[in-house]
């Protein structure tokens, strides 16, 4: 069945990124599935010829590999998932690329870590870089840097979800198609009879987030919660995702087409300017600013700047200019911003009005900590 929304998502999208993840990419027993790598090129391959960009974010190399390496089981050592995902980049990337070029495109392989992306001049240089491909007749295939990444090939869930996410806000792409061993977001446990697939998801809320369901354990690194991260992320940006089973035939051509497969998570509201996304999404916080109830209200609520009569205290050094993240008495984070104050002058000025900054620093540069255009809400608000 076809769904008008969708079919709307779908047809103004482009560039439109695509993620892929390890259970879709192997067997059963781990190893890289070749036949579905070509399944996929050709499904990428009509949606360039429909005048769409696209942009993959490819799990897979370890499970590449493996197979390379002839391993029935991942292994627990980092030394040797390092090596193993060496190895398995280089076919994981080989395999793409083959079947692409009978279409007459290339593979370009693009490796990232989350902190490629927090330095801006690095983050531009990246989008720069993908923009490029796209106009050189390449397919970028990005994947988590798993060679020299330490923490994520030993957590329980990965980054390529997040990196996905990332890779969207990065290049304003109206829609983010997250292709995993699942049919979407479940409003139970999954292999309950009773539970049914969420269609459509507005606002991820408390109830939304109460539906996650880890993912079994083995193969691959990322989990429901990852995914429902990244949603949260690229709706936040303004941007549409689509959680589907990459393993249903011709997945991507039906998702292309409007058909209600999976789960839609929508956007919030307007798309967020590239600055912004760079602020809220990509650049780590220095530090970390409390805010009270009425802070709070004045910025997610009335979209309006940050003072500093509104701060009860502050987290860590930083200096003006650097992201800091807004949180609440409880820790809920609520936004980020670009500090006017370092953390030695915020210490002094904790609670107090703006006309009374100038008296306690001898200076008063700006009546805001942080201004509003220089502000991301990072929490979905729950009239949007």
Known sequence: MVDLIRQEIAATASPIVVKVGTRVLTRANGQLDEDRIGHLADQFHRLIAQGKQVVLVSSGAVGAGMSALELTARPPDLAQLQAVAAVGQAKLIESYDRRLRKHGYHAA???????????????????????????????????????????????????????????????????????????????????????????????IDEKISSYIQAFRPGLGKGGMATKLNAAKTCTLAGENVILANGREPNIVARIAAGETIGTAFLAQGKTVTHWKRWIGFSAKPAGILHIDPGAKNAVVAQGGSLLAVGIKGLTGVFHKGDVVALQDKAGQEHARGLTNYDSDELHKIVGLRSDQIAEKLGHCTHTEVIHRDNLVITEPVANS
């Open 109 to 203: 392989q693009v490796l990232l870590t989350a902190a490629d992306l927090q330095d801006r001049t690095s983050y531009l240089n990246v989008r720069n870089t993908i923009s490029s491909l796209l106009s050189l007749n390449a397919l970028p295939i990005i994947n988590e840097n798993d060679t020299v990444a330490v923490d994520e090939l030993m957590r329980t869930f990965g980054d390529n979800d997040c990196l996905a996410a990332l890779v969207t806000t990065l290049l304003g792409a109206p829609l983010l198609i997250i292709l995993s061993d699942v049919d979407g977001l479940y409003d139970g446990p999954p292999d309950s009879e009773n539970s049914q697939v969420i269609p459509t998801v507005r606002r």
